[in-house]
């Protein structure tokens, strides 16, 4: 117990360091009064010790009031994470009360994922705020990456005295960022799992779960469907609607542990204030370089939401749209009214004809490595890529556009409709988008698995699957691909041994492929 408190502190130093290097602890032009930061212990639910730490403006001693926004860290973090971020809020005159939530690190407790015990630890922090710095409880805000930002979205809706949230690569419905198309995410819940248990305390109820879902127990699927409802902020829309905090809400188009659909869907649901901005990249990937102290889109948007929600400066954010988008092929941002207003205008694609793959066999199409892939789309414009006419069609089914005689912009939620045929009552598939350029080359627009069970073996049923939400431009002269096999390694895949499935397009029930575009 005492080497593993000594390694997270030497850890905590680490990540300090690390900051202090890249200049996101530096200290503050000369011309400006510091801010003071402290190392403090907060009492949570049932007294449990929160690690956390307090970044305050220079004149924070005299008596005057003001705002404060508390940062839970995200998964696996230590209390360090937001310090570069915090910084700057302090500097602008904001108190900044960052901790590490329970279970992680050298806080106490368990990890509970969101639970309620979580969630009255964000209403002890602001007590504790309100009760040991100047922060003004007329003006409380909540902000977090991933983990904190789910842990903020859940506090918001509990909590009145939270005026205004932004909640970054977060989720608004755990279940259908984890499990969507009644398939386990593998890849992430198991990266997920691993770093939780290396950096912190999961609880009983968290081990079993994690067990159960990896473990395909579809005994307990109700059981972790509860679960997970009881840790998504969209089970609480009425509470947010009752309280009317100002909600921002940030993530990344090929964010592989919480993906885009659910928080638009999220979005769509709130009323009041609110904002969502959709960026490329991976998970928490867009704010990572503002964690440093480097310029960051994310961060300085987050910053003017505070400033005009929580401080009442006139900026221009009010007036401004509420869903800004940023196309992972470049040329700036985007601006709509609504998320229904993003890839208005669709284009069915038609999935003639009958195609039979056979199952247990990754044809080569795949969504790529969580973290790793969507990143380099970022940064390089560089997303899974696959030779289009290579694809083995035993094992793949392979439907293509047209070559397009100008630029067309997906925008929005792809939408898949075909009839399926089993030879086994349960199976996966996976469905991928593909951008195919002259060579045959294809670069992954978007994909999204699909699961099913008790079905009966050759009864046809009419599958509807939504495709992870991106914003992509396929040049002139390049077709679209429909790809869809039943192995993914980001996937659990439930196809029996021997298993077929076969896409069929009757003339009473045709296939098609809906892409949302943006009008030229």
Known sequence: MRQNARLRTAAIGTFSAALLASGALAAPPASAAPTTIRFVDIAGEGGTVLKANVVSPADSGTGAAHPVVVLPTSWAIPQVEYLAQAQKLADTGYIVVSYNSRGFWQSGGEIEVGGPEDVADASAVIDWALANT??????????GVSYGAGISLLAAAHDPRIKAVAALSGWGDLIDSIYSGRTQHAMATTLLGGSGYLTGRPSAELQQVLADFLGSNLGKEDEMIAWGKLRSPATYLDGLRRNKPAVFLGNAWGDTIFPPNQYADFFEKLSGPKRLELRPGDHATAEATGLLGLPNDTWTDTRRWFDHYLKGEDNGVAGEAPVRLSSRSGGGYENYPDWKSVGADRRKLDLAGSQTVRANVDSGANGGITLLSNALDQLIKLPPTVSVPLLPRLWAAVWQSEKYDSEQRVRGTVKLHTTLTPTKESGTLVAYLYDVGPLGLGKLVSNAPYTF????????????????????????????????????????????????????????????????????
């Open 134 to 143: 100047a922060a003004d409880p007329e003006h409380v805000g909540m902000a």
């Open 453 to 520: 069970h008790g079905r009966t073996p050759g009864q046809p049923f009419g599958v509807d699957l939504e495709l992870f939400s991106t914003a992509y431009d396929v040049p002139s002269g390049h077709r679209l691909a429909l790809v869809v096999d039943t192995v993914d390694p980001l996937y659990i895949e439930h196809n029996p041994t021997g298993a077929q499935l076969t896409f069929s397009s009757p003339a009473a029930d045709p296939s098609y492929l809906s892409v949302p575009l943006r009008e030229q």
